[in-house]
């Protein structure tokens, strides 16, 4: 049975009005150093088939960047992967104000492997691009977008750390036509509560037939505990439904 291919990194890790928001998230000296994920994933095909999968993953934090281990499992289609990645986000001074250089790198049993670079720039109003790339191996995908792409992104940061973004995404290696269209939602609420929406628009082929669809992804984060509700049509462009539930805790 085809399963979704990882064409790039984590969603983590491409986006950079992901990744921006995510370092932000844990550069201030009172966020724990460690982020534990548990995510319950549920395909589901057009011959109304279903079948689940789990995927945990821990976060550390520190003055090199977010190192992360990933354990993913699927039982029904005997499929089992570990990964390690990082990413960080570096300032570096110059004449039009400061740049943020965010690399990252994945590797995955079976031999695949992926990296990105972006460059952001801006500070209420802020822009950025990026490029990721593979080796092209089979293996699970957890993430929204394709990602041998170029990726743009820009948007405004409220001086109560609102914010307001868009990412778009387009494959630039083997499905062209492929492209994802990210409009995120950032607000902080009392408490140091805060809430994400994401809305997702996507375009291109899916077994040779044009498909447009959109997605979601909901997120409300408590000071130590958090949650996410998403779902993704069509999902890394095959013919999959995937809904994901994902919780966790900082520690």
Do not use: C
Request: proline residues 6%; charged residues 20%; neutral net charge.
């Amino acid at each position: 049975m085809k399963y979704p291919l990882l064409t790039g990194l984590a969603l983590m890790l491409i986006g950079l009005s992901t990744v921006s928001a995510q370092s932000l998230d844990t550069a201030t000296e009172n966020t724990p150093p460690f982020k534990l994920t548990t995510g319950l994933y549920q395909y589901s095909s057009p011959d109304g088939q279903t079948n689940n999968a789990v995927d945990i993953n821990l976060r550390h934090s520190s003055s090199i960047g977010n190192v992360w281990l990933g354990h993913f499992v699927w039982p029904t289609q005997e499929i089992t992967q570990d990964r390690v990645g990082w990413d960080n986000t570096i300032p570096l001074p110059s004449p039009v104000g400061e740049v943020r250089l965010i690399p990252s790198l994945q590797l995955a049993t079976g031999g695949a492997w992926n990296s990105s670079l972006g460059v952001e720039t801006g500070e209420r109003w802020f822009v950025g691009a990026g490029l990721g790339r593979t080796n092209l191996r089979d293996s699970v995908s957890l993430n929204f977008d394709p990602n041998d792409a170029l990726s743009l992104s820009g948007g405004y940061r409220w001086p109560d750390s609102q914010s307001l973004s868009f990412l778009l995404v387009r494959d630039n290696r083997l499905n062209p036509d492929q492209r994802h269209l990210h409009l995120i939602y950032r607000k902080p609420l009392p408490d140091h509560h805060r809430f994400t929406l994401d809305l997702l628009l996507k375009s291109g082929l899916v077994e040779g037939e044009a498909i447009e669809r959109t997605g979601l992804a909901l997120t409300y984060d408590w000071p130590r505990w958090f949650v996410r509700v998403s779902y993704d049509p069509k999902a890394n462009f095959t013919v999959q439904d995937l809904w994901r539930l994902a919780f966790g805790t900082r520690f």
